[in-house]
């Protein structure tokens, strides 16, 4: 499994920006994707999931949209309204079907190297 995240940057407040992740080395089409972020000495957050197909997303941050490509083998999330605690490195992760926990727990078995977001005040 291999998982590229890519589109972060500095960005001032009230921004946007499109995170992708390119996924190679699996079916990306069987699985169920997720994004987390991690801020300096905080816990790994849920930000987004979504399932095969696209049938259901999971978005419990407001200020984001999660989307999948299955023909490019590539996971969006558009953030908007960024704001200073938003900083973080943000990455995605997969998970087969059979992986029983909730798309937004912390124990994906795949992850990405991340990508820093900065959103400047």
């Known amino acids: 499994v291999r998982l590229i995240e890519s589109g972060g940057g500095s960005v001032q407040t009230g921004g946007s920006l499109r995170l992708s992740c390119v996924a190679s080395e699996f079916p990306f089409r069987t699985y169920f994707m997720s994004w987390f972020r991690q801020a300096p000495g905080k816990e790994r957050e849920g930000l987004a999931a979504?399932?095969?197909?696209?049938r259901q997303k999971f978005e419990p941050w407001d200020r984001c949209t999660i989307s999948r490509n299955d023909g490019e083998n590539t996971l969006y999330l558009h953030m908007r309204d960024l704001r200073p605690d938003d900083t973080a490195v943000y990455y995605c992760?997969?998970?087969?079907?059979?992986?029983?926990?909730?798309?937004?727990?912390?124990?994906?078995?795949?992850w990405g190297q991340g990508t820093q977001v900065t959103v400047l005040e």
């Open positions: 992760a997969a998970s087969p079907p059979s992986w029983c926990s909730r798309l937004l727990d912390a124990d994906r078995p795949y």
């Open positions: 979504i399932t095969v197909n696209g």
